[in-house]
């Protein structure tokens, strides 16, 4: 088979065609970062790593506005010693002390080890916290929840009880107009 100039300039052609396709077929994934390999809290609560402790899915459920609230999530020890760590949310410290490869589930806890006396802050919000492991300290702003949501409303601390927020209405919704 002989390739003569015009062959040459059809394989040529024909090979960006196909490169484009591949391209084409592609899509956004060959110049954007694929959404399923960022890591995120896939929860209300928020995730940390800090030196060799896991947290996972920490919140506070509150009414807030100056009332107490319960921790909520996990802490896992991922070294091989015990590990003696605190969370202190504005002047309330509350501390725990891992054993090696061991873990903290907040919800299992009895509730006065895992109360904050006092939570300014609105639900929907964050409130501000400080882990202090070893010599290291990490600050968090640890989401706040209310009752809103029913698997939480166990979780209000004793004497909180659950009381549902009105919901905003501009007044053309409320008059009947625009329908």
Same mark, same amino acid.
């Given at each position: ?48 790593? #800090? ?9 506070? #459920? ?41 873990? #903290? !589930? ?7 080890? #895992?109360? !904050? ?26 989401? !706040? ?35």
């Amino acid at each position: 088979m002989r390739f003569t100039p015009k062959n040459r300039v059809r394989r040529t052609a024909a090979a960006g065609v196909i490169a484009l396709a591949m391209l084409g077929t592609a899509g956004c994934s060959a110049v954007n970062e694929q959404a399923t390999t960022i890591e995120y809290s896939p929860s209300d609560g928020i995730a940390e790593n #800090v030196a060799d402790l896991q947290l996972r899915n920490i919140l506070v #459920v509150s009414n807030g506005f100056g009332e107490p609230g319960r921790l909520l999530g996990t802490v896992v020890n991922d070294s091989n010693q015990a590990q003696r760590f605190s969370l202190d949310f504005g002047g309330t410290p509350l501390s725990w002390t891992l054993p090696a490869g061991g873990k #903290v !589930v907040f919800e299992d806890e009895d509730e006065e080890n #895992v109360t !904050v006396a006092e939570v300014q802050e609105e639900p929907g919000t964050g409130i501000d916290a400080e882990l202090v492991l070893n010599d290291e300290t990490k600050d968090l702003n640890i989401p !706040v929840v209310n009752g809103d949501q029913a698997d939480y409303r166990p979780y209000l601390p004793t004497g909180s009880e659950y009381t549902p927020r009105p919901v905003e209405t501009t007044e053309a919704a409320t008059s009947g107009e625009g329908h």
